[in-house]
């Protein structure tokens, strides 16, 4: 009965994109919702097995927006609070999530070895699951170590015993005042890390590991908004 009607509503949604012009996106997402339905089905015996196949649709490869650097330190300059300019400067120069610099510890930061830990607290769990170590920037541990002295919350990034899951209203009034054309996002730190990396240099295997990519084609994407460079990197030769 349940297989049925999940087989219904596959059809259902791969009816949507033709017929109400709901993009392949879209419904992706809603069968990837379904497919997580079906597999608790399955861990708590109310099925034995998932008999059905869940086709995806194919998606446009969608380019990560990010921040010039000229751009960048307007950004930081309109920022009105110091614990939130901060952030998004460790977040430039690390990569991190932002619900990863939100829940970011104290407990996580070895300031001698230069790394922070993102791991799963009773608050909150990485995206991907999985542990990892991510290393520090002189930028980013200096950050770090003017912050530690004056800490009033087990975050890194608040002031109180609560951590700060948003600094979207902030990025937004900063980018206003800076006059920025596009519109910036706490997800367009970790992206301009990703894409300045690769274009000063560093292979895409490390940038995989410190962003904690599971798949290295996530990775990849940030090649797109780099082809600029190649050009640059060609002539490099003639000089």
Sequence with gaps: MLTDITQKLLLRYQAMKKSEGYSNRTVNIQIGIIRKVMNYAVSQDYIRKVEIK???LKEPQKL??????EDFQLLI???????VKKRVIFGRHTGLRPGELAFLEWSDVNLKRGVVKIQSKPEWTPKTGDERVVELNNTALGILKELYPNKTSRWVFSDTDKPVLSI???????????GLSKKVTPNMTRHTFGTMSLHRGADLKSIQTQM???DIKTTGRYLHNIKGSVKKAVEVLDE
């Excluded at 990560?64 to 650097?69: G, K, L, N, S």
């Excluded at 979207?168 to 800076?178: D, F, G, I, P, T």
């Design 54 to 56: 869940f086709p995806k």
């Design 77 to 83: 300059d309109n920022l009105t609070v110091d614990i």
């Design 212 to 214: 904690g990519h599971g």
């Design 168 to 178: 979207k209203k902030s990025l937004e009034a900063a980018s206003r005042r800076a």
């Design 64 to 69: 990560h927006a990010f921040i010039e650097d």
